[in-house]
């Protein structure tokens, strides 16, 4: 029994296209967040003619600030591609936002996912499918690799630390079969791990909660996204842990249960505008 996961698509739906017919024979796929688009070239335009600037920052507190009404409207139009292409599968679709996402996305998945049998979106909750169990939690730490509390889906670690114990309540109170597989779908990855590894600045950006969190509840598979440079997996005290890579540079993974292995992936490249950018930030500002 084979799954998909992927993450950190940031509305690279080219890439997603070509990736949905080599996945057709999997038993489900799983969404690490950062699903919709976040570079809008008509407001990247505005961004510079605005502060005489390139910068990565600037856009993004703007497109989080005085732009944000067009943002959001940009998001929803990329957040509804991608469910269309969900919708089209024959298999369940498991996901959950990233630190991207705005609250506007947020709600959109939630009403959008009710009614369809095959999208589960999880925000800090927990479902059963089949003989599995899965949890999802989208938000992420104050970033230290930028400006933190920058984007709308970043929450201070006190935060963090209140949702993950109210997730572990729902696990206890839904007096699961001890039997059933458990999943876990975060946005940011656990601390110190080969899942949050940044070779530009050679640490770890991952969260030190959410290895807490992991290390109480003893999950069988851990899966996030988030630090697009760290694709890998590993295994440590029975859960397997792996971040896909990011969809938006052409990685993506599978996994196999029974044997437990993981399969690392990479599209052929093509060139890509948005890929381009997303590749340059480690190294502009």
């Given at each position: 029994?084979?799954?998909?996961?992927?993450?950190?698509?940031?509305?690279?739906?080219?890439?997603?296209?070509?990736?949905?017919?080599?996945?057709?024979?999997?038993?489900?796929?799983?969404?690490?967040?950062d699903?919709?688009?976040?570079?809008?070239?008509?407001?990247?335009l505005?961004?510079?003619?605005?502060?005489?600037?390139?910068?990565?920052?600037?856009?993004?507190?703007?497109?989080?600030?005085?732009?944000?009404?067009?943002f959001?409207?940009?998001?929803?139009?990329?957040?509804?591609?991608?469910?269309?292409?969900?919708?089209?599968?024959d298999?369940?679709?498991?996901?959950?936002?990233?630190?991207?996402?705005?609250?506007?996305?947020?709600?959109?998945?939630?009403?959008?996912?009710?009614?369809?049998?095959?999208?589960?979106?999880?925000?800090?909750t927990?479902?059963?499918?089949?003989?599995?169990?899965?949890?999802?939690?989208?938000?992420?730490?104050?970033?230290?690799?930028?400006?933190?509390?920058?984007?709308?889906?970043?929450?201070?670690?006190?935060?963090?630390?209140?949702?993950?114990?109210?997730?572990?309540?729902?696990?206890?109170?839904?007096?699961?079969?001890?039997?059933l597989?458990?999943?876990?779908?975060?946005?940011?990855?656990?601390?110190?791990?080969?899942?949050?590894?940044?070779?530009?600045?050679?640490?770890?950006?991952?969260?030190k909660?959410?290895?807490?969190?992991?290390?109480?509840?003893?999950?069988?598979?851990?899966?996030?996204?988030?630090?697009?440079?760290s694709?890998?997996?590993?295994?440590?005290?029975g859960?397997?842990?792996?971040?896909?890579?990011?969809?938006?540079n052409?990685?993506?993974?599978?996994?196999?249960?029974?044997?437990?292995?993981?399969?690392?992936?990479?599209?052929?490249?093509?060139?890509?505008?948005?890929?381009?950018?997303?590749?340059?930030?480690?190294?502009?500002?």
């Amino acid at each position: 029994m084979t799954i998909a996961v992927i993450g950190d698509i940031h509305g690279s739906f080219s890439n997603l296209n070509r990736l949905i017919p080599k996945i057709k024979q999997v038993k489900a796929l799983f969404v690490v967040g950062d699903i919709t688009g976040t570079i809008s070239y008509p407001l990247i335009l505005k961004s510079i003619l605005e502060t005489k600037t390139i910068s990565r920052e600037k856009y993004t507190d703007l497109v989080y600030g005085k732009y944000r009404e067009k943002f959001v409207k940009f998001q929803i139009k990329s957040a509804s591609k991608f469910l269309k292409l969900m919708l089209k599968l024959d298999y369940p679709v498991f996901f959950t936002h990233g630190n991207s996402e705005t609250e506007d996305v947020r709600e959109f998945f939630n009403s959008q996912s009710k009614d369809n049998d095959n999208l589960y979106y999880l925000d800090n909750t927990v479902v059963k499918h089949d003989e599995w169990i899965i949890t999802g939690y989208g938000y992420c730490s104050p970033a230290t690799y930028r400006k933190a509390l920058q984007t709308p889906g970043e929450k201070e670690d006190t935060e963090i630390i209140k949702d993950l114990h109210a997730l572990e309540a729902k696990l206890l109170n839904s007096n699961l079969d001890t039997n059933l597989t458990k999943f876990a779908l975060f946005h940011e990855p656990p601390f110190n791990t080969k899942a949050d590894y940044l070779p530009f600045l050679k640490t770890h950006g991952g969260s030190k909660n959410i290895l807490a969190h992991i290390n109480r509840v003893k999950y069988d598979y851990v899966f996030a996204g988030h630090i697009h440079e760290s694709q890998g997996y590993e295994t440590r005290e029975g859960s397997l842990i792996m971040n896909p890579g990011a969809l938006v540079n052409a990685q993506w993974a599978t996994l196999k249960l029974k044997e437990k292995t993981v399969q690392c992936n990479k599209l052929k490249s093509l060139f890509n505008l948005k890929n381009f950018i997303y590749n340059t930030r480690n190294r502009f500002k």
